[in-house]
C-alpha cells in the first residue's frame, strides 16, 4: 500500500510544471517594419538545471533569421525565451522574430 503511494506521488510530480515567459525587443521601435516577417527558434533541454541554452544555439538562431533573408539585414528583433519545468530538467525554447531591411 504505501509503495503504490510513494509511486503515485512520483509520478504525479513527474508531471507537475511551471513555465515563464520572457520577452525583450531591440530595434525597430521607432521603425516602420515593412518588410518580410522573418521567425527562428531553437530548443533546449536542461536536466537539473546544469546545462543552461548554450551560445552557440543562440547564434544559430540569428543565423537562421539572416538565412531566411537571403543574407540582408534584419531589423525590429524581437526575442522571446520560454522556460518550462518538468520535476527534474528544464525546456527553455528561445525564439527570435524580426522583419527583412527593404
Request: hydrophobic share 45%; charged share 20%.
Amino acid at each position: 500500500m504505501i509503495k503504490k503511494a510513494i509511486l503515485s506521488l512520483a509520478v504525479a510530480l513527474a508531471f507537475v510544471g511551471c513555465s515563464a515567459t520572457m520577452p525583450v525587443q531591440t530595434g525597430g521601435l521607432l521603425v516602420k517594419n515593412s518588410g518580410k516577417k522573418v521567425t527562428a527558434s531553437v530548443k533546449h533541454t536542461d536536466v537539473l538545471g546544469f546545462s543552461p541554452i548554450p551560445v552557440a544555439k543562440l547564434d544559430e538562431v540569428l543565423t537562421k533569421l539572416q538565412g531566411e533573408c537571403g543574407g540582408s539585414k534584419v531589423t525590429g528583433v524581437t526575442t522571446l525565451q520560454k522556460t518550462r519545468f518538468f520535476f527534474l530538467a528544464f525546456v527553455h525554447e528561445f525564439e527570435a522574430s524580426g522583419y527583412c531591411a527593404e
